[in-house]
């Protein structure tokens, strides 16, 4: 489990954090969104909002792959498709580390996720909105409200890195507290205790 989180933790760090050397991508996005539907899909024993996840993380990792392929036209259409499939993405990995957490004894765990999963989406529509009406209001108000949507939406994606980081630790050590091998227990797979 320990190390399915730290994909997850690594695999956005790489898609918070953009490097580049002379426009070359060196930690291409499509990596980190591959890395996080893998940990995912390593999660989606212990809750279907991980298996969901792990297949819309697969999905963006395509969508971020294809954009470096395609022409004016489609990248358009790939831009509309990156709004919701984000969307569905942290949704579903917040909430499996939610019902996780929950039931794993976690309740500050659970409740975190739960409210980072609301407000990356009231962020991220605000900001697709915003994106969709640049031209009708004034520029200095879109620019405005997409500085402060910008440094909200990066605020809460250090939230979300550190509540990854902190169910990786504590979600696995709650784990090994209940799932002990002396229990005989150790060839169940993961049910609530």
């Known amino acids: ?3 399915r989180f730290s994909q997850i933790f690594y695999g956005l760090l790489i898609v918070v954090f953009d490097l580049s050397i002379n426009h070359f991508d060196v930690l291409p996005d499509w990596l980190g969104f591959a890395l996080v539907a893998s940990g ?13 996840g792990s297949l819309v993380g ?3 990792a395509a969508i971020s792959f294809a954009e470096y392929f395609v022409t004016d036209n489609s990248a358009i259409f790939l831009g509309y ?8 993405l942290n ?3 917040l909430g499996g580390i939610a019902a996780l957490a929950t039931r794993l004894h976690c309740p500050d765990l659970a409740l975190r996720a739960q409210y980072r999963r609301l407000a990356y989406l009231v962020i991220a529509g ?3 909105v915003l994106n969709q009406m640049a ?6 108000l879109t620019l405005s409200a997409a ?4 440094g909200a939406g990066f605020i809460l994606y250090l939230m979300i890195l550190h509540l990854i980081y902190r169910s990786r630790r504590e979600l696995t050590e709650s784990l090994t507290d209940w799932y002990r091998p002396a229990s005989g227990m150790a060839d169940q797979p993961l049910s609530a205790p």
């Open 147 to 150: 500085v402060v949507l910008a």
């Open 40 to 52: 995912c899909g390593g999660l989606a024993h212990a809750n279907k909002q991980f298996a969901y």
């Open 126 to 128: 605000a900001g697709f």
């Open 58 to 60: 697969w999905l963006r």
């Open 135 to 140: 031209t009708v209001f004034p520029e200095s």
């Open 91 to 93: 949704w579903y990995m």
């Open 81 to 88: 498709l990156e709004f919701p499939v984000d969307a569905a």
């Open 1 to 3: 489990m320990y190390s």
